[in-house]
């Protein structure tokens, strides 16, 4: 995929020009102890001149629509059902349309259908991502060495360590800083990827006890304009 390196940007982070732009698209939040559910996702990487990228990401939640009349289907249901039962379709009814994403190197998000409904925001992020001066040893041909802090509203910041190139980036947590009443979070790592012009990533978590899992995933589009 061919781009133009940013206007303004600096030398430092033209690794990082790919990244440039708005991007929007569909996830899914599944953890143990957290029902699936489906997303919307707005991220927007700038700069304003200086070595690094800003960062801003918004997750907003699908709230499902409760129809103002009965489907047809379900009447009928209705209609097959015991005499002196009331019960409509369960869930168990419901078909298992789960779409998978398909699976490129690691990034495997499974995206519910997300249909229509209001959305609630479920969290923000705030960051910087930039390259560090010197270069780590042991570090593959190809990659830039990385450095991103990101925080959140629920009083949490995170120093991921890790390293960009070939249309991919790998984080992980070094650093997890909380205030007294958040949420404990003991590692955390992320994985994007360019993959046919779309932004795919991962988020994985080690929380309430629980290993590090897959935590958020989602496919993004680039916004035009």
Known sequence: MS?????G????????AWLVGSWRGEGVISYPGIDAVAFLQDVTFDHDGGPYLRYESTIRVI???????VPEEWAQSSADAA???T??????DAPADVVEQGSVDGLTPAVPPLGTGETTVWSTETGYWRVP???PDGLGEGKTPLEVMMSDPAGRLTLYLGSIGNGRVDLASDLIARTPTSAEVTASSR???????????VWELAAFGQPLQSYVSANLSRVEG
């Open 3 to 7: 781009f133009s390196i940013p206007d």
């Open 87 to 92: 019960d409509g379709p369960g869930a168990a």
């Open 63 to 69: 709230e499902p629509v409760v129809p103002s009349t």
């Open 133 to 135: 001066p010197e270069r």
């Open 191 to 201: 994985l994007y990827g360019l993959v046919e012009g779309n932004l795919m990533w």
């Open 83 to 85: 005499p002196g039962t």
């Open 9 to 16: 940007l600096a030398p430092e982070v033209y690794p990082l």
